[in-house]
């Protein structure tokens, strides 16, 4: 007999097969052409646009969604691109809702913003579907740089540098480029392997070398790469991960949120991804959400998200908490696991309640139990593998201006780095800007 | 409820909606249709002379220009009067007035400009029990190039000769409708007044181009590759409309002069504000070829609403209540003195008058470092383009100075008194006030 929602245990196979493909279909489904011009005809054009300022990569919204609207999507994607060369992947992840459609005078006006995020879909896909690369590299400047983790900053920052005509090798330990865009974010917010499509689209630029399975310490060292390059951009994100500091956190079926991510992104068939009947996520953050819905529409029976503290200090956004509702993740708030309990696998967290007394979080003393045969742990992640000549400043690579570290010809960016939220838009800005500051200072 | 009925020289509707002559009122299957939705009359497409009926062509007659989400804003045809049998068309009309007797009745007639022509169909027409002609002095396409429609409409002689022709022939009613592709709307107006027309009806359409195709270079609507100059209607139009309306309705030699208001009437508003400006009922066509017959259900409920809210009793009450209103431009008060001003609660910060002002006025909007925008009295003239960019209705609005205010932009007092540009100083021809 096949699994069902009520098989104990981590089983695969919990909904039907043509269920999990209509499960992790796209969660906001690409605009037709008419319905593009539509959302663009409510753009206001604004002067000086909020928009714009609150776009980490500073991407000229009015004009591009003027150009979709004017019939030129072709020129929309090259306006998003030419600041945001992931807009394809930022247009289907980018928290919008906290970022550029938040400001949206519609928003403020009507509760309902221009679509942002979609409009910049469209464009983009519609570049990206006739396989137009729009930028032409540079005449070759003879340097060189090595760019360690090709993940969004990584990345960002090889393009900006072939484009400019340096000579460019992007290193990555995994064995697959794409960094969290492939193996770091739920797979309906990007359906169609559209990450490592968006990668192939990224490197037609030219002048790239890719070369994988190599990380620092494990294949590299960065004075290697100082000697044989003119420049070194590290992008190489958190690697580790937080621990619960609860009993228990060694039994079987308690596990990092991120490798089960990277897991299931990875998976050729998702009938065969195992997952609990009662899964219990421990965070308060979108990692926490992409693992808690994905249980979900694997066919987990019943998936709580647990955070410690009160709904308003959550970091996923209300969106993302409204559709992790949508999907029937329960919420809890203010409960912090002291214990795993089991017979050698999970089978219970015992979570305490807390209260915010005098600015600090402690415990009420008041205790409950939740079934719970897997357990995620989505609690934050942090830094592993930095080279220790680097300064480092709260458990991040130390960097002034555009993406400058403590060692003169390193720059670093991305989640390794301070500055900035932990968002991939922010990580292609600082990938950007740190080439723009190499391409500077190799130049001079 | 208001009372809605009209009567136009003579002719009792229901209510002042009439249909234009056009697509929508060619058959009987199709007026039937209008009839039971409520329209008080129509104007039976236009009419040919007897014989071989003309032709259409058999591409696309339409061409369209659109606002956001494809709402239709202007619409231009290339069809030519009714392709139909002449006696099919008179049958299909007295049947139709047969069976609704109280719905105004009136037929378009286009024939040549030949005494003998007009003589010949009169007659016929009458005879169905119609209650008046319109003569189609405006089809700017196909009809002209054989010298009818505008060809005739463009020479206030020809437009005289034949509403005589027409009122010594019939003891029906005789409204002529006019073409806007002309300098002065007024000289064939009073044309058809020295021929002794009842009525006039405007506008007919604009001859326009409404789009080109950027990879077959034809103008559309396009016929194999070519396009023609077409008639423009619809919502665009209104406002042209409107002006050569009024521009008949305050002319002494035509004032008294009934008027058919015709030109992008959309919405009981539109229709409202045709009247105000002297005409004595509306002719309807893009908005139902757009939306169907049923819009004239909005056009009566609106209408009603607004005559009761305004206490009106009947359309008398404010047909040409805007005319002595419309007035030349240096006539309008040079004391009257206003300043934008944006109200902060309503503002969305958009930003739109700061750029319009910025980049192409005065330079009279001040934007602050967290995107709060004022006006800056010492520079605004009140153009208004502040107003009319916002998308945010009511949010600027124009507040006149009171009398014995400085104007911070000329530091002089604003005056009490109305003076105009025949008494300015500036003007050489100036009339010193006596």
């Not at chain 2, 045809?77 to 009714?82: P, V």
């Not at chain 2, 592709?181 to 009806?201: H, W, Y």
């Amino acid at each position: 007999m096949p699994n069902s929602q009520m098989t104990p245990g981590i089983v695969p196979g919990r909904v039907p097969a043509e269920d999990l493909a209509e499960n992790f279909d796209d969660l906001h489904p690409a605009y037709t052409g008419h319905e593009a011009t539509v959302a663009a005809d409510r753009c206001y054009f604004c002067h000086d646009a909020p928009c714009v300022t609150a776009c980490p990569t500073d991407i000229d919204i009015p004009l591009f969604i003027r150009q979709i609207q004017t019939g030129t999507p072709d020129a929309a994607a090259k306006t998003i691109l030419s600041q945001n060369i992931l807009g394809g992947m930022c247009a289907r992840v980018c928290p919008t809702e906290t970022l550029c459609e938040q400001v949206c005078v519609r928003e403020v006006a009507e509760g309902k913003p221009v679509e942002i995020g979609r409009l910049q879909r469209h464009a983009t896909d519609t570049l990206m579907a006739k396989n137009i690369h729009p930028f032409t590299r540079a005449a070759s400047t003879g340097k060189t740089v090595a760019v360690v983790g090709a993940g969004p900053a990584g990345l960002a920052c090889a393009h900006r540098l072939a484009m400019h005509g340096h000579d460019v090798t992007l290193y990555d330990g995994r064995a697959k480029a794409g960094g969290l865009n492939e193996f770091g974010i739920a797979a309906y917010k990007t359906t169609d392997d559209f990450a490592a499509r968006e990668v192939n689209w990224l490197m037609q630029i030219g002048g790239i070398t890719l070369e994988l399975g190599k990380r620092l310490g494990d294949g590299l060292n960065l004075d290697d790469l100082k000697t044989t390059h003119d420049a070194v951009f590290l992008g190489i994100g958190l690697g580790g991960v937080n621990s619960l500091r609860a009993a228990g956190e060694e039994r079987d079926g308690v596990s990092d949120a991120v490798s089960f991510i990277a897991d299931l992104r990875q998976a050729d068939d998702l009938a065969k991804l195992p997952v609990g009947r009662n899964v219990v996520v421990i965070g308060g953050g979108m990692t926490a959400v992409d693992a808690a819905v994905q249980c979900k529409l694997l066919g987990a029976e019943s998936v709580t998200i647990a955070y410690r503290r009160g709904q308003d200090a959550m970091s996923a956004s209300p969106f993302e908490q409204d559709l992790a509702a949508a999907n029937g993740v329960r919420l809890l708030f203010n409960a912090q696991p002291i214990a795993i309990h089991g017979n050698g696998a999970a089978a219970e967290v015992e979570f305490e309640y807390t209260a915010t007394k005098s600015g600090k979080l402690k415990g009420t003393g008041e205790t409950f139990r939740l079934k719970a045969d897997q357990v995620f742990k989505a609690i934050g992640q942090t830094l592993e593998g930095a080279p220790e000549t680097l300064k480092l400043k709260g458990g991040k690579i130390a960097v002034k201006g555009a993406g400058q570290t403590s060692q003169k010809g390193i720059w670093a960016g991305g989640d390794c780095a301070t500055g900035g939220d932990d968002l991939t838009v922010t990580a292609v800005a600082e990938g950007r800007d740190a080439a723009e500051d190499i391409h500077t200072t190799l130049m001079a | 409820m208001a009372d809605l009925t009209s009567t136009f020289i003579g002719i009792k509707s229901p209510n002042p909606f009439w249909l234009a002559s056009a697509p929508p009122t060619d058959k009987e299957y199709n007026v039937r249709r209008a009839f039971e939705a409520g329209w008080g009359g129509v104007v039976w497409k236009t009419l040919g002379e007897e014989g071989p009926p003309v032709v259409n062509v058999n591409g696309p007659r339409y061409g369209a220009i659109y606002g956001a989400d494809r709402r239709l804003l202007g619409l231009n045809n290339i069809e030519l009067i009714t392709d139909r049998p002449l006696q099919q068309n008179l049958r299909e009309i007295k049947a139709v007035k047969r069976d609704y007797p109280d719905r105004a009745m009136i037929v378009s007639l286009m024939v040549p400009c030949e005494e003998h022509a007009w003589k010949a169909i009169l007659p016929v027409v009458e005879e169905t029990g119609a209650d008046g002609i319109e003569l189609n002095f405006g089809c700017p396409h196909g009809m002209s190039e054989r010298g009818m429609g505008a060809a005739v409409g463009q020479v206030p002689e020809y437009i005289e000769m034949v509403a005589r022709w027409c009122k010594q022939n019939t003891r029906m009613p005789v409204i002529v409708k006019l073409t806007p592709n002309i300098t002065d709307i007024r000289k064939p107006a009073e044309a058809a007044l020295r021929g002794g027309a009842d009525a006039v009806s405007l506008i007919n359409t604009i001859n326009s181009i409404t789009s080109v195709n950027l990879d077959t270079m034809s103008p559309e609507p396009s016929i194999d590759g070519k396009g023609s100059h077409g008639g423009y209607c619809g919502p665009a139009v209104k406002p042209i409309a409107m002006s050569m309306v009024s521009e008949i309705a305050r002319n002494v030699e035509t004032r008294d002069l009934p008027i058919s208001g015709i030109g992008g009437i959309t919405t009981w508003r539109d229709a409202a504000e045709f009247m105000s400006l002297g005409c004595g009922n509306v002719q309807v066509c893009t908005a139902v070829m757009t939306y169907g017959f049923k819009i004239v259900s909005e056009m009566i409920s609106g209408l009603s609403d607004w005559m009761d809210e305004k206490g009106h009793s009947s359309t008398a009450d404010f047909i040409g209540q805007a005319v002595p209103n419309v007035t030349d431009w240096q006539y309008l008060n040079l004391n009257y003195v206003a300043k934008a001003k944006i109200d902060q609660d309503a503002c969305i910060s958009c930003g739109r008058c700061y750029a319009a002002c910025e980049d192409t006025s005065h330079q009279a909007i001040a934007m602050s470092k967290d995107r709060s925008f004022s006006v800056i009295d010492e520079e605004c003239v009140a153009c208004n383009l502040c107003v009319d960019v916002c998308p945010v209705e009511n949010c600027i609005s124009m507040v006149p100075m009171e009398p014995g205010q400085t104007d911070p932009r000329t530091g002089k007092v604003v005056e009490k008194e109305y003076a105009n540009w025949t008494t300015h100083p500036n003007n050489p021809g100036a009339v010193a006030a006596e």
